[in-house]
């Protein structure tokens, strides 16, 4: 099956970015975990900064989601037929860890074709169309947004919708990685599926406790968050601290691990371990630059965001350092894929031996002909007429 086209390319890139934008704020505003209506000037500014993170990531990952996807459909998946016949078989092919060997193509006679990802042109084209998609996040964000209180007279929809937009910007640059390096792409994926299940888990636990539907903070769950004991100095929670770290180290050195066996890809693997951190810290930085105008739940959040990117980095780092020492210990061998049969058997299958079924030349007596030679390669000799061996 040949892949999508460049119109079917922007095309998924748009929709797909939309469509995840609208399903991620959905479920958010669903469960509660965005709630702009408990956003006031007092007891709601944690809610109002917390929905904001939210808001920026949603976006950037909707970007990302809409230009992988268009780019995983646009490869190609097989060679069409007419391009297979009159390709010639070649005598022997070696498949690398970049090749892909075509199935549809006749018995013996498979092609080698490298999977390409279309050049930084192709990224860039696809990051733009996911951003174009998820600009329907900025609407989804600012319209309920209405219902927040601010201080100072400021429209809430409006500062919104900014937060969201320049999220837009962050997930384009972010998407343009992920098109680049597959690694990338497969952190990204995976940050973004562990965050809204952390997230659900955390919700989870404030209903069952008879806290209600909360809002939660992005990539934290504070269990027990009442026991003065899981708190260092009363603003530091370490046990969400070692699972934002465990998690994004973790991650990071599966996500790269496929990428990392292919010594052309090892350097884009070893870093990908930041890419999905790297947009979580920068929607923190940007809801709330300075750590003064937080509460004291949200500061482990801010803090441990940034160390979180290095924690992914040195998970894909481990992964790639221990992928090349493999690789100088036991180095891959290709694989020969032999030639295609042509339907005329080789010479040395039509050569018919003296004295098998269709010759007529019997075997020599005196060990001269063939009879003599398997004898002299068995170690016995021939004596007299009749066909009676002894050993040499």
Known sequence: MAGLGWGGSIATAVGVAAGAGAAQLGFGYGLGIINWTAADATAGEAVWVAGLAWSTWIAGTSTVAGAVCAQRLRQPVS???????????????TVGADATVDPSSPAGGRTARPRGDGGPGTAVVLALAGAVGALLTVLLVAVPARAASLPGGSAPQTVAACYAGVGLLVGLLAAVWALRSPA?????????GWLWGLAVVAVLDDVLSGRGLTSAQLGIWQLGADSPSLWIRDWFYWPGALLALGSAALIGALAARRAARSPQRRLGAAASGAAGPLLVALAYLLAAPGLTAIGREQVSAHLVAPYAVVAGFAGSMLTAALAQRAAHRRPDAPVAIPRQRTGAADD???????GSAGSNKPPEPDGSGPAGTAGQSTGQVCTGSLPRWSSA
């Not at 990338?184 to 973004?192: E, K, Q, R, S």
């Open 79 to 93: 060679a069409g037929r007419d391009e297979l016949l009159a390709s010639p078989a070649p005598e022997s092919v």
């Open 348 to 354: 040395a299958t039509t050569a018919q031996a003296p």
């Open 184 to 192: 990338a792409a497969t952190n990204v994926i995976a940050t973004v």
